[in-house]
Nanobody, 122 residues
Framework: QVYLVESGGGLVQPGGSLRLSCAAS????????VGWFRQAPGKEREFVSS????????LYADSLKGRFTISRDNAKNTVYLQMTSLKSEDTAVYYCAVSRVWSRMREHYDYWGQGTQVTVSS
């Protein structure tokens, strides 16, 4: 069992930045792929980014490349999502999740956090 807690969401103006954190329990955290997903009202939960256990391999949704950066600190059992140049369409609940396989499909992720709300509005 892995417990995940997201934090760092909030209200930000268009063009602003936020850094989300995903803190995990468990001594085997470094063996997991960690993914970020988001879900806007009335829409499917979509893939945002993922990072492998070592932190050296990352993947991004094509539409987000260049604006979002994922990283991890295994000593702190934490994964981060740095979001810049935020747009209103980035408004969503952001979730982190862990998987044993390298994937962008939410069905492959076994444990999920409760999510953190990001609202981009002036």
């Amino acid at each position: 069992q892995v417990y995940l807690v997201e934090s760092g969401g909030g209200l930000v103006q268009p063009g602003g930045s936020l850094r989300l954190s995903c803190a995990a329990s468990g001594r085997t955290f470094s063996s997991y792929v960690v993914g970020w997903f988001r879900q806007a009202p009335g829409k499917e939960r979509e893939f945002v980014s993922s990072i492998n256990g070592s932190g050296f391999v990352t993947l991004y949704a094509d539409s987000l490349k260049g604006r979002f950066t994922i990283s991890r600190d295994n000593a702190k059992n934490t994964v981060y999502l740095q979001m810049t140049s935020l747009k209103s369409e980035d408004t969503a609940v952001y979730y982190c999740a862990v998987s044993r396989v390298w994937s962008r499909m939410r069905e492959h992720y076994d444990y999920w956090g409760q999510g953190t709300q990001v609202t981009v509005s002036s």
